[in-house]
Nanobody, 123 residues
Framework: VQLQASGGGLVQAGGTLRLSCTASGRAFGALGVGWFRQAPGKDREFVAA????????FYADSMKGRPAIRRDNAKNTVTLQVNRLKPEDTAVYYCATTTFRLGTRSIDEYDGWGQGTLVTVSS
């Protein structure tokens, strides 16, 4: 499965971010999918994840209800929306897959990574 993240760019603080992760390959629907981000000089961190069916959702506690993740297996796509953006949300956002179908927050469980898309939040 190959992943393509899109939707990054320059966004104003207080606005909404919408990213898409599109996959090639029939196996996508059997995989858990997560979104992670990496700010300059920092480790990559978990943002949100979804299980293979789209029914189990996981979010980073630190983001306090701002993100929303959805998947559409018919379109091989997982989307991430982040509301009430802050300058500290500036990062490269990555989507990734895991064979742990039920979904997980653990970055160590993910082994299929997209190329990342840069999001810059201006104050």
């Amino acid at each position: 499965v190959q992943l393509q993240a899109s939707g990054g760019g320059l966004v104003q603080a207080g606005g909404t971010l919408r990213l898409s992760c599109t996959a090639s390959g029939r196996a996508f629907g059997a995989l858990g999918v997560g979104w992670f981000r990496q700010a300059p000089g920092k480790d990559r961190e978990f943002v949100a994840a979804v299980d293979w069916s789209g029914s189990r959702l996981f979010y980073a506690d630190s983001m306090k209800g701002r993100p929303a993740i959805r998947r559409d297996n018919a379109k091989n796509t997982v989307t991430l929306q982040v509301n009430r953006l802050k300058p500290e949300d500036t990062a490269v956002y990555y989507c990734a897959t895991t064979t742990f179908r039920l979904g997980t927050r653990s970055i160590d469980e993910y082994d299929g990574w997209g190329q990342g898309t840069l999001v810059t939040v201006s104050s």
